[in-house]
């Protein structure tokens, strides 16, 4: 069996996604390590380093359970967390980045070594999410989820601060060159992917845009709801199906068709949509009624503002 794509294909689409930036260095160490900030205006740096490999099944590119190759939340992998003893919310300081190589194999394959890793001529990348969740004094804590991409960092204003990694549920943690790992087949991921946290005692430099990706299949003449996520501002939608068009969607109160209630319409130009601002009152993005009587894939690329 053939995979429908090449490992030159997967990297080179990588590489026309790479955010320009340089992300953090891979510190601290594979491990990490885990501190509790007692000094608001100390230069505490919070963060742990991880070798991940995990797997995605090679699927046709143009049906749409293609879409759940980049849909990897089901296991979430904790990196770091920091609690201020203070009574008074912080500005902290988050950081995240990560190297990644990806290889296709219908055959059971080994993990890349860590070396391997760091000595690609990639730039640093994943198609890996993070989720970020702090609390404020407010009733409930904040959560929201991005792209690691090329690398992100922004500020979080609050008493604590945790952040995981979003990973498929076959993911496996190495934390030593030693550690044993189970071969996999399909399209590998081989990471390191690194996260911090540190108190923002001076003005920020320049703090990154925060995307999450959500991508979607949507079966023929049917229709599917998309929430959208904590703190997401604005959307662009990205029809990913060659040769089908779409015109419309609907913001969406309730994931329901028959009691929701239509917020605002959605109309797509050529194969995407323009940046929208996500008028309030809406829960979901509604995909339908269909205008098309074949399987559809779509990207949503959230704006997220934390």
């Not at 996999?184 to 920020?204: M, R």
């Given at each position: 069996?053939?995979?429908?794509?090449?490992?030159?294909?997967?990297?080179?689409?990588?590489?026309?996604?790479?955010?320009?930036?340089?992300?953090?260095?891979?510190?601290?160490?594979?491990g990490?390590?885990?501190?509790?900030?007692?000094?608001?205006?100390?230069?505490?740096?919070?963060?742990?380093?991880?070798?991940?490999?995990?797997?995605?099944?090679?699927?046709?590119?143009?049906?749409?359970?293609?879409?759940?190759?980049?849909?990897?939340?089901?296991?979430?992998?904790?990196?770091?967390?920091?609690t201020?003893t203070?009574?008074?919310?912080?500005?902290?300081?988050?950081?995240?980045?990560?190297?990644?190589?990806?290889?296709?194999?219908?055959?059971?394959?080994?993990?890349?070594?860590?070396?391997?890793?760091?000595?690609?001529?990639?730039?640093?990348?994943?198609?890996?999410?993070?989720?970020?969740?702090?609390?404020?004094?407010?009733?409930?804590?904040?959560?929201?989820?991005?792209?690691?991409?090329g690398?992100?960092?922004?500020?979080?204003?609050?008493?604590?601060?945790?952040?995981?990694?979003?990973?498929?549920?076959?993911?496996?943690?190495?934390?030593?060159?030693?550690?044993?790992?189970?071969?996999?087949?399909?399209?590998?991921?081989?990471?390191i992917v690194?996260?911090?946290?540190?108190?923002?005692?001076?003005?920020?430099?320049?703090l990154?845009?925060?995307?999450?990706?959500?991508?979607?299949?949507?079966?023929?003449?049917?229709t599917?709801?998309?929430?959208?996520?904590?703190?997401?501002?604005?959307?662009?939608?990205?029809?990913?199906?060659?040769g089908?068009?779409?015109?419309?969607?609907?913001?969406?109160?309730?994931?329901?068709?028959?009691?929701?209630?239509?917020?605002?319409?959605?109309?797509?130009?050529?194969?995407?949509?323009?940046?929208?601002?996500?008028?309030?009152?809406?829960?979901?993005?509604?995909?339908?009624?269909?205008?098309?009587?074949?399987?559809?894939?779509?990207?949503?690329?959230?704006?997220?503002?934390?």
């Amino acid at each position: 069996m053939t995979p429908p794509f090449t490992n030159q294909q997967l990297q080179y689409l990588q590489m026309l996604t790479r955010a320009p930036n340089s992300a953090p260095a891979l510190n601290p160490p594979l491990g990490g390590y885990s501190k509790l900030s007692t000094d608001e205006m100390g230069s505490l740096e919070i963060g742990r380093t991880v070798q991940l490999f995990a797997a995605q099944p090679i699927t046709v590119p143009t049906t749409p359970s293609a879409a759940l190759f980049f849909r990897p939340n089901t296991s979430q992998i904790e990196m770091c967390s920091t609690t201020a003893t203070t009574k008074s919310e912080l500005l902290w300081l988050v950081a995240i980045n990560a190297i990644e190589i990806i290889r296709v194999d219908v055959d059971q394959i080994p993990r890349l070594s860590s070396s391997e890793i760091l000595n690609t001529n990639f730039p640093r990348y994943s198609t890996l999410q993070a989720q970020i969740s702090w609390m404020d004094g407010s009733a409930n804590s904040h959560i929201v989820k991005c792209d690691i991409a090329g690398g992100t960092k922004f500020k979080v204003f609050g008493r604590n601060v945790q952040v995981s990694i979003l990973a498929p549920d076959n993911v496996q943690v190495i934390t030593s060159p030693q550690s044993s790992s189970v071969d996999l087949s399909g399209i590998t991921l081989n990471e390191i992917v690194s996260a911090s946290i540190k108190p923002l005692i001076s003005g920020a430099d320049v703090l990154d845009v925060l995307k999450f990706t959500w991508n979607q299949g949507v079966a023929a003449n049917a229709t599917e709801f998309i929430e959208i996520p904590p703190g997401a501002r604005k959307v662009k939608i990205y029809n990913a199906t060659v040769g089908t068009v779409t015109t419309t969607m609907y913001f969406w109160l309730s994931n329901d068709i028959a009691s929701g209630h239509v917020i605002g319409i959605i109309d797509f130009v050529s194969n995407s949509t323009s940046l929208i601002e996500i008028p309030g009152g809406a829960t979901h993005i509604s995909t339908g009624p269909v205008n098309a009587a074949t399987d559809r894939c779509f990207s949503f690329v959230f704006t997220i503002d934390p």
